[in-house]
């Protein structure tokens, strides 16, 4: 009883928010501003570069690690037939027929080029970086019968497009370090828009002279 002499308890309310659409459902300063940080989050970088960094961090997680192992594992694998990593469909309308030596032939040369390109034990790290970066880049030899090189693709500056179509990739800009350029690209080409001078110790390369493996299409930024 003495105590309620000196104080007095209350109950505060709590705060009322008026909200008119949802804009002030997902604003910053509607009812869910402060979870704002994990769109962020969700979200990433909206540099190429710094997402790969990202994306190195997410692989640490043992779970993010195992789901990629496994996904990797499910598109790979070789043919009990063939023993092949890759499989080879040859298709011909009802009244064409292809020819049995062409069929062998074209299965020899899969069969070369798959132990040239170790398939067997390189197509799995490629799929697995696919799934996870979005990107695959590896470096064509002007010289046949000659192993394709990996580019890391934080080495990837930026593609060299057409002047009046983006997704006409003319070239790529890759740092130096990677392989020494030859030759050059056309003149009717335009570089993507980067914001910042060229880069010395960066070299363009013809479009045929790199090899990618790509998840994005016209429709993606």
Wanted: net charge neutral.
């Amino acid at each position: 009883m003495a105590i309620k002499r000196f104080y007095k308890i209350i109950t505060p309310k709590s705060p009322n928010v008026d909200i008119s659409d949802s804009h002030d459902v997902s604003g910053a300063n509607g009812l869910y501003g402060n979870y704002t940080w994990y769109n962020r989050v969700v979200q990433g970088s909206a540099d190429r570069a710094q997402r790969y960094r990202e994306y190195e961090s997410m692989d640490q997680d043992i779970d993010v690690s195992r789901a990629l192992d496994v996904i990797a594992e499910e598109m790979t694998g070789n043919n009990p037939k063939t023993e092949l990593p890759l499989q080879l469909l040859i298709t011909a309308d009802n009244e064409q027929r292809v020819p049995s030596n062409v069929v062998v032939t074209v299965q020899a040369a899969l069969k070369t080029w798959c132990k040239l390109q170790s398939w067997d034990v390189r197509l799995y790290n490629l799929v697995r970086g696919l799934i996870k970066y979005g990107d695959v880049f590896y470096f064509r030899p002007k010289k046949k019968n000659k192993k394709w090189t990996y580019i890391q693709p934080e080495r990837v500056i930026e593609a060299v497009v057409a002047i009046d179509d983006i997704t006409d990739v003319r070239g790529w800009r890759i740092k130096s370090d990677t392989k020494k350029a030859e030759g050059g690209v056309g003149t009717n080409v335009a570089f993507n828009v980067s914001g910042g001078m060229y880069d010395q110790n960066v070299d363009t390369f013809n479009a045929d002279e790199i090899i990618r493996y790509t998840l994005n299409d016209e429709m993606s930024k």
